[in-house]
Structure formats: structure tokens, C-alpha cells
């Protein structure tokens, strides 16, 4: 578990469950893997590559941690490989029952020493066990002298003698890494420093009285109001965004893994538990298999992910506290992987009819199995703040630039959801200076398209990007942006270096209407019911503004297809043979480009 924790709430009525205690679980309706198609052939979705305490008595089911060596599993059942390699990893195939594993299996010769203080008897009293996680336990302290003397704490004490493998022992290290380095967030649990004897390492945090979110779900009969369950999510989503500005991957988010600092109803919720957390630069995608069954998304198991994955995590925990249901349900571990991987959520049994379309709208858009379509952080807080302004004539066209933005009805209180930088802002922005002309010309025309919620998104991150009073920003301007928010986290996950390189393009200024164009993400574009209806309204204007006649190998040039392509079997259908032109077709196709004619 996390590092400061609650009080273990007993509750017989959800004892019998083999899994996480949440009332009327469900398995889930099958579905088609792939959503269902539209008018457009060629806009078919892209393809792609525990328990409420951790009781030894449960399944194991219930609290996998899932860490896994990098070795792809064969499909049917992923749980008996992640077993194993569990064993091998950690020296024990139930993650509550650690131990020293025999034979070749421990690593000889492991340095296990940290570099941190040996004083921590010395300065605080270790008080009851008040939680016990998958490589620790977690008991309550007070401080004995110091400006603190007197304080509650929460000691995390993780056992040397658990770490049996290098990986273990660096994934202690990076847990007291990130903790030290992520600072200054309400909602993230305070950190005051580490120690360590020959026995045990000890991570001292503050005390959070209040339990678990899951005890709170627990105690409202399984599921929280539509009005509660915004301010809750607002939290966790607040301090996500945070973490991944920084480049951070949680990878183990789940009721469990917050606790609210007291026990009052409007308490603050923290963020807790970094053990499996990582960092991972903009540009990268991890491979090891980590997290909880229930909440794991489809592309960690397909073993290419990066924080994306936390906002599937964040769709099942919304899921939860709105229907009182897990998304994703299984007597088994590979049931439930198969049902994350190919099985819909259900939106049609109660309470669901009876809830809000923006409440079931969120949820869908963070369970969308597609990582690239799914919500960042920034944009699910911003989707509390935007209203869905439904036009009285669908196809008209209206300068939406400086329209007035009034505030979403799926908000509780809008202060305490303030829009951060999105750092996906610095990889489509990048993305969009390496393009071809031809495609930027494309993005411009499909920007036009975009309705007030989704411009005011877009001029939030404008504005956090600090334009001068022409209403202009430079790459600097990126760099300088992300400064104002950076912390020591940043320099390990190599955000900063990231961000370095594409200030450090040569490119022109932008006005809001060509950052618009630069910032816009296709692949959520294709997510939208009215995606159709922007790819043909942007070809329109790609019509008048930007399509010209064009050769079949210059546009294969456009997009860097390799000579060997059969290129005229490849992009015939992408001209018009009338004109020479770029068809529709060609124009939506053209919006996912990759030019090779800019190396950046």
C-alpha cells in the first residue's frame, strides 16, 4: 500500500467478494474489440500493437502488483506468466508473502545501501502497522525532537531483505526519488525524508487520518453522488496532471491509493503510494507490466505505454465511484486482462440512465481503448470548465476564436480546477514544425473546424505559454513556460531535455490560429461523434485555401514513403483525377503525415 495510510475499516458485507470489495460487480456485456465504423472507410480506429486490504488470505487476484521482466507473455492467459515472472522478480507468486527466494534466484553481490540517513531511531518513535502493501508495511510514528517534535507521522518501512534483485532494489530507490523530487502539490502526500539501517529502509511521510477513498466509497453503500464524485476527481486529476508535467507515471492509481487527510466529508484527498511510479520523457513509451488487474490499461499489456495509462486508471476509478461497478470484471486475472483488452464497459444498467451525458461522456472518453484518443490530465480538467455549445445550425460556420466560454455543469468548484500546461501541447507542437507544408495546411483548415469547448483548452494553453501583447509566442517561450512549473522530478525524466530540443528549433512565431493548428490532436478528433462532420467542414476549407494540384510523387515525398512503396498503388486514391488535386481521402490521410523533409 501507500505510504501514509488509514485505519483498516472492517465491513462484512463485502468479505465474501474474492477481489476488490465494491457492491454489485458485474461481468461486463462482450463487445466487438473495435468500435463501430462510420460513413468514412478510411476512418476506421488506428490499430494497436487488489483487494480493499491486502489480506494474505485473498486471491491474488485482488492486489497484483504485476511487475514483469521484459519478455513478451503468448496471449491467452497473461496472469500464469506474470506469476512466474513475479516469483522470479520479487521471490514469491503472492505479492503479500515476499520473501527470500532459493537457489540462483537471489542476485548475489547487491549493494543495497541507499546513501540515506541512519538516524531514524534516533529522531522518531515507530508506532501500530496501520496498512501493509505489496513490498512494505506502513505503520504510524511521532517525531521525538526537532522543530517537528510531537507530530504524527507515516513511516513506510520497506525490508532489505525483500529486495532480491537489482530491479527491487532500484525500485526503491526511485520511489524515494520521485517522492523527494515532486513537491508543493495539495493533493500529493508530503514527504519529510528517508533513513535507513542494515534491516529496512524508511520513507517518512505525513499522516493521513482519513482512510482510504475506497472506506469512503464503502461507507456511502458502494458508490459516491454525481455532485460528490466531481470533487473527487477534480483531486485526482489535479495532482495527475501535475505528476505528468513533470514526467511521471503513477502506474498503480486506484481507490486504495488515496487517503484523505482527516475524516471531515470536504477533506483533502492525497495521492499516495509511488512504489511502482517511473519517470518517462514525452517521447517514450515503457514496456514492463506493472499496476493492479482491475485497473490496468489495454496498453500496458500490449507493453508500450506511457502516462496515458494513468487516465485509463482514472476512467475505471470514475466508473466506480459513479455506479459503484468495476468496468472490467473477472473471477480471474486473465478474465479480467481479457476483458480490459476486448470488452465495452456498460453504460445501460443503473444508475447510468439516470446519471448526467456529461458524467457517462468523461468516463468514455478516458476508457477509450485507443491510448491516443484517450483525455490527458489537462484536458479531462478542462472538460469540467467547457460547456458543449450545441449549434442551432449544424454545418454553420462561425468564427469561434473570441466567442465567450461559459463554465461546464460537471463542475462542483471551478477553483480548485485550475488548467495546468499540458506537456502533450510540446509533443504535437513539435510534431506539427517537422510536417510537411502540405499537412500544416491540412491542420489549419481542420483547426478551423473547432467548436468553443474545444478552442477554450486551446487558449488556455496559449495563455500558460505566456504570449507577448501581439499575441505571438516563440519556441523559447515553451521552454520558459514549463520552467515557471518544473521541479527536481523534471531533470530525471528528462522533460526539460525534451522541451530543450524543440525550443531550440528554428521556427517562426505563432498567433493563437497557427498554435491552434500545431496543438490539435487528430487522433482525438477521430474519437469525436462529430469527427465526420470536422473532417469534411476542414476539407472544405483545405478547398479554399490550401488544396492545389499535386503529384503523386510529390506527395510521396510529403509523407517519407520509402521508394520500395508500390507508391502508385498507395496513393492513387488520394488524387483526384480530375484536377490532380487531394481528395478527401487524401486530406484526412494527409492529417496523419509524417514528412521527411525536416529532420528534427
Not at 513533470?246 to 509511488?274: M, W, Y
Not at 463542475?411 to 506539427?432: F, G, V
Request: glycine share 6%; proline share 6%; charged share 25%.
Amino acid at each position: 500500500m501507500g505510504g501514509c495510510h488509514g485505519k483498516q475499516m472492517q465491513n462484512p458485507e463485502f468479505q465474501e467478494e474474492e477481489s476488490l470489495q465494491i457492491p454489485n460487480a458485474r461481468q461486463p456485456t462482450p463487445a466487438p474489440g473495435t468500435p463501430q465504423q462510420g460513413k468514412f472507410p478510411f476512418c476506421s480506429p488506428s490499430p494497436l500493437p487488489g483487494s480493499y486490504k491486502n489480506s494474505p488470505a485473498n486471491s491474488s487476484v485482488t492486489s497484483t502488483p504485476l511487475r514483469f521482466l521484459k519478455r513478451p507473455f503468448p496471449p491467452p492467459s497473461p496472469a500464469k506468466h506474470i506469476r512466474a515472472l513475479l516469483a522470479r522478480r520479487y521471490g514469491s507468486v503472492k505479492p503479500n508473502e515476499a520473501s527470500i527466494p532459493e537457489g540462483s534466484e537471489v542476485e548475489v553481490g547487491l549493494d543495497k545501501n541507499f546513501g540515506f540517513s541512519k538516524q531514524f531511531f534516533s529522531k522518531f518513535e515507530l508506532g501500530e502497522e496501520v496498512g501493509r502493501g505489496h513490498f512494505g508495511y506502513t505503520c504510524s510514528g511521532k517525531v521525538k525532537k526537532g522543530d517537528m517534535k510531537g507530530q504524527e507521522v507515516a513511516v513506510k518501512v520497506i525490508p532489505k531483505a525483500k529486495m532480491t534483485t537489482a530491479i527491487s532494489v532500484e525500485d526503491a530507490r526511485r520511489e524515494v526519488r520521485i517522492l523527494s523530487s515532486l513537491a508543493g502539490h495539495k493533493n500529493l502526500v508530503r514527504f519529510y525524508d528517508a533513513y535507513e539501517d542494515e534491516d529496512n529502509v524508511y520513507i517518512v511521510m505525513e499522516l493521513c487520518n482519513g482512510g482510504e477513498l475506497l472506506e469512503r466509497i464503502l461507507l456511502r453503500g458502494g458508490k459516491y453522488s454525481e455532485e460528490d464524485a466531481k470533487a473527487v476527481i477534480v483531486q485526482i486529476l489535479s495532482v495527475v496532471s501535475f505528476c505528468h508535467l513533470q514526467g511521471v507515471v503513477h502506474r498503480d492509481l486506484k481507490p486504495e491509493n488515496f487517503l484523505f487527510t482527516s475524516g471531515d466529508e470536504k477533506s483533502t484527498l492525497k495521492a499516495i503510494d509511488f512504489g511502482l511510479s517511473d519517470f518517462v520523457k514525452p517521447d517514450e513509451r515503457l514496456n514492463d507490466i506493472v499496476g493492479s488487474a482491475y485497473y490496468v490499461a489495454p496498453e500496458v499489456l500490449h507493453r508500450s505505454y506511457g502516462t496515458e495509462a494513468d487516465m485509463w486508471s482514472i476512467g475505471v476509478i470514475a466508473y466506480i465511484l459513479l455506479c459503484g461497478s468495476r468496468p472490467f470484471w473477472a473471477r480471474t486475472e486473465s478474465g479480467i486482462f481479457r476483458a480490459v483488452l476486448k470488452a465495452e464497459p456498460s453504460f445501460d444498467d443503473p444508475p447510468w440512465p439516470s446519471l448526467s451525458s456529461q458524467a457517462k461522456d468523461f468516463v468514455k472518453k478516458l476508457l477509450n481503448k485507443d491510448y491516443r484518443k484517450r483525455m490527458t490530465a489537462a484536458q479531462a480538467l478542462c472538460m469540467f470548465l467547457t460547456i458543449l455549445i450545441i449549434l442551432e445550425a449544424e454545418h454553420e460556420l462561425v468564427n469561434y476564436y473570441n466567442q465567450p466560454i461559459s463554465g461546464h455543469p460537471w463542475l462542483r468548484n471551478p477553483e480548485e480546477a485550475k488548467i495546468p500546461l499540458d506537456i502533450m501541447i510540446y509533443k504535437l507542437i513539435k510534431a506539427y514544425i517537422c510536417s510537411s507544408s502540405l499537412r500544416k495546411s491540412a491542420l489549419r483548415a481542420l483547426a478551423k473546424t473547432l467548436k468553443v469547448n474545444q478552442l477554450y483548452y486551446l487558449r488556455e494553453q496559449f495563455a500558460l505559454l505566456g504570449p507577448n501583447k501581439s499575441g505571438y509566442i516563440s519556441l523559447q517561450n515553451l521552454k520558459m513556460a514549463l520552467l515557471n512549473d518544473s521541479t527536481e522530478a523534471m531533470k530525471d525524466s528528462k522533460v526539460l531535455d525534451f522541451v530543450n530540443m524543440v525550443s531550440s528549433l528554428q521556427y517562426r512565431k505563432l498567433d493563437f490560429e497557427e498554435f491552434a493548428a500545431a496543438a490539435i490532436s487528430v487522433h482525438q478528433m477521430e474519437a469525436l461523434d462529430t469527427w465526420e462532420q470536422h473532417a469534411r467542414q476542414g476539407y472544405e476549407f483545405f478547398e479554399k485555401d490550401g488544396n492545389r494540384p499535386i503529384m503523386i510523387d510529390e506527395l510521396a515525398s510529403e509523407l517519407g514513403l520509402s521508394p520500395s512503396v508500390p507508391i502508385h498503388v498507395v496513393l492513387q486514391d488520394w488524387i483526384r483525377h480530375s484536377d490532380g488535386k487531394l481528395s478527401l481521402l487524401g486530406f484526412v490521410k494527409l492529417l496523419h503525415g509524417v514528412s521527411s523533409r525536416r529532420q528534427c
